[in-house]
């Protein structure tokens, strides 16, 4: 069964203080991994999509990475409104287009 | 329009009662998608459609959750009979094409008393 899951469900970080959120996937087959954040009482937005391992994305303070079985979120010297959920979602060679979410890594930054 | 747009943002209901959600995706978006979210948890994916057709309608809970598509245009998400089990927040995505990342809309939030 293909399976996303995410790691930790919740962070807190000073700012300034670099971390990264995990994203493990067991999948048949990987057609592309995509990272969201989520503002409380919003839809997700969109962030990156990394289609083989090996590839990286950046934008601002993130960078996503991507290995054959799971991706990172780096987030380097994080500001108080980067304070987000998460959400990486995985979508599956064959399929309809429909992506498969990880539950979410919630992310506070404190000044 | 710039982006996808749901309505009602909010929507409380009986227990038993028919709900309507209406979503409005990007003009010339051929994808759209509906997810739920509940409290806590991920996104479950419930229908796909490709213009007005729905090849992927796996994620629908029950025969009490329809979905349909003008066009490539608006799409209505119908709970009929709405059990508190339905509260959700119910999202709209489209894109260009199912190898496009996705644009959200901001959501419905049902809640069934």
């Known amino acids: 069964e293909d399976q996303v899951t995410q790691s930790p469900e919740a962070l807190r970080l000073q700012e300034g203080e670099s971390s990264s959120l995990n994203c493990s996937y067991t999948v048949s087959g990987l057609r592309g991994l995509f990272w969201y954040r989520q503002d409380p009482g919003k839809g997700p937005e969109f962030l990156f999509t990394?289609?083989?391992a090996g590839e990286e994305k950046e934008k601002e303070r993130l960078k996503a990475t991507l290995t054959k079985k799971e991706s990172f979120l780096h987030i380097t010297a994080p500001k108080p409104e980067d304070s987000a959920t998460y959400l990486c979602a995985v979508h599956v060679t064959g399929n309809t287009g429909k992506l498969i979410f990880g539950q979410g890594t919630t992310l506070q930054v404190k000044p | 329009g710039a982006g996808v747009s749901q309505s009602p943002s909010n929507k409380v209901t009986e227990k038993g009662k028919d709900v309507e959600l209406r979503c409005d995706p990007i003009?010339?978006?051929?994808?759209l998608y509906w997810y739920r979210q509940r409290l806590g948890q991920g996104l479950e994916f419930l229908i796909y459609f490709q213009g007005n057709s729905a090849p992927d309608k796996s994620g629908l809970p029950s025969d009490r959750f329809s979905a349909e598509r003008t066009g490539e245009s608006v799409s209505t998400l119908t709970i009929q009979r709405t059990q508190q089990e339905d509260s959700a927040v119910y999202l709209c995505?489209?894109?260009?094409?199912?190898?496009?990342?996705?644009?959200f809309g901001s959501g419905t939030r049902l809640t069934v008393v």
């Open positions: 990394l289609y083989s």
């Open positions: 995505a489209s894109s260009r094409d199912r190898d496009y990342g996705y644009t």
């Open positions: 003009s010339g978006h051929t994808a």
